[in-house]
Nanobody, 119 residues
Framework: QVQLAESGGGSVQAGGSLRLSCAAS????????LGWYRQAPGKQRELVAV???????SYVDSVKGRFTISRDLAKNTVYLQMNSLKPEDTAVYYC?????????????WGQGTQVTVSS
């Protein structure tokens, strides 16, 4: 298992930027997939972006070209750079990790950080 702690949320106007950080409690190099999810009020949680241990990335269509996921192995941290923010990006953003521990799969979530984009 791994503990995750998000930070960097806040309130911005449309067109602004925020960078979310997710600090992991251990070496993220061994984590198969790290990702960012979000959940808006009254909606289901959705996958926003993922990065694999091989550094492959993937994004939901609605954020392509605006959001960038990256990781810093030295800091055991994964980031989500969010540019050109829109009101529809307003949600609680969660960090997620999926991997294996002695052959047993696990999934960990952070506590979430609020992002509010005003028009």
């Amino acid at each position: 298992q791994v503990q995750l702690a998000e930070s960097g949320g806040g309130s911005v106007q449309a067109g602004g930027s925020l960078r979310l950080s997710c600090a992991a409690s251990r070496n993220i190099f061994t984590i198969n997939v790290l990702g960012w999810y979000r959940q808006a009020p009254g909606k289901q949680r959705e996958l926003v972006a993922v990065i694999s241990s091989g550094n492959s990335v993937s994004y939901v269509d609605s954020v392509k070209g605006r959001f960038t996921i990256s990781r810093d192995l030295a800091k055991n941290t994964v980031y989500l750079q969010m540019n050109s923010l829109k009101p529809e990006d307003t949600a609680v953003y969660y960090c997620n990790a999926q991997g294996y521990n002695s052959g047993t799969p696990y999934e960990s979530w952070g506590q979430g950080t609020q992002v509010t984009v005003s028009s």
